[in-house]
């Protein structure tokens, strides 16, 4: 079960720069707990693309940027290109779950 | 470089137990500050965190799974594990196994490459 919502789809066309909203409650992002991202390209594992609301794993561009407020947080990315074409998750922790969970994911497009 | 590879059947009868185990190479299992979690990902849908286990053997689980999982370590074989029990088809997934580390801010920044595990007669 998710509780944290993203949008299902969001597209751009290439170079162009396109935001995914996450937004979750009082008992997760809104109690100050990190957010992260990943990246989920078709047929492979997520991979971990921006950690601590903010932060860039080495080797993952500075295209990719994250932000947090309140109770949502919100990924970047600028310059799209046709390799970002994926499925995106972010993830926090849930104090009445006492465990990690999962947005709802939102499938880039490039046009 | 720490690698995670799960192993398990693929398929499961319903009723009856999911076993899979998630090798660590690279790196000891018992060595750092880390969580070992597991995962799943139904076909064509989102993310489940299953449960973790610390290097201590501590353990914490999701509600909604929590009757029905174990998670373990075997240190020996550097190795960790998830028994779910009584599974249907609602648990037919992909299932992963991923690291979070303290250095990530407790993200999931090391992950298995994912294996199938269809529950059917």
């Known amino acids: 079960q998710s509780v944290l919502t993203q949008p299902p789809s969001v597209s751009g066309a290439p170079g162009q720069r396109v935001t995914i909203s996450c937004t979750g409650s009082?008992?997760?992002?809104?109690?100050?707990?990190?957010v992260h991202w990943y990246q989920q390209l078709p047929g492979t594992a997520p991979k971990l693309l921006i950690y601590?609301?903010?932060n860039r794993p080495s080797g993952v561009p500075d295209r990719f940027s994250g932000s947090k407020s309140g109770t949502s947080a919100s990924l970047a990315i600028t310059g799209l290109q046709a390799e970002d074409e994926a499925d995106y998750y972010c993830?926090?922790?849930?104090?009445?779950?006492?465990?990690?969970?999962f947005g709802t994911g939102t499938k880039v497009t490039v046009l | 470089q720490v690698q995670l590879q799960e192993s398990g059947p693929g398929l499961v009868k319903p009723s009856q137990t999911l076993s899979l185990t998630c090798t660590v190479s690279?790196?000891?299992?018992?060595?750092?500050?880390?969580?070992w979690s597991w995962i799943r990902q139904p076909a064509g849908k989102g993310l489940e965190w299953i449960g973790r286990?610390?290097?201590?053997?501590?353990?914490n689980y999701n509600p909604s799974l929590k009757s029905r999982v174990t998670i373990s370590v075997d240190t020996s074989k550097n190795q960790f594990s998830l028994k779910l029990s009584s599974v249907t088809a609602a648990d037919t997934a992909v299932y992963y196994c991923?690291?979070?580390?303290?250095?990530?801010?407790?993200?999931?920044?090391?992950w298995g490459q994912g294996t199938m595990v269809t529950v059917s007669s």
């Open positions: 991923a690291r979070t580390s303290g250095a990530a801010r407790n993200a999931f920044d090391i």
């Open positions: 690279g790196g000891s299992i018992s060595s750092g500050s880390y969580y």
């Open positions: 286990i610390y290097t201590s053997g501590s353990t």
């Open positions: 009082s008992s997760n992002i809104g109690a100050g707990y990190d």
């Open positions: 601590g609301n903010s």
């Open positions: 993830q926090s922790y849930d104090s009445s779950l006492s465990g990690g969970v």
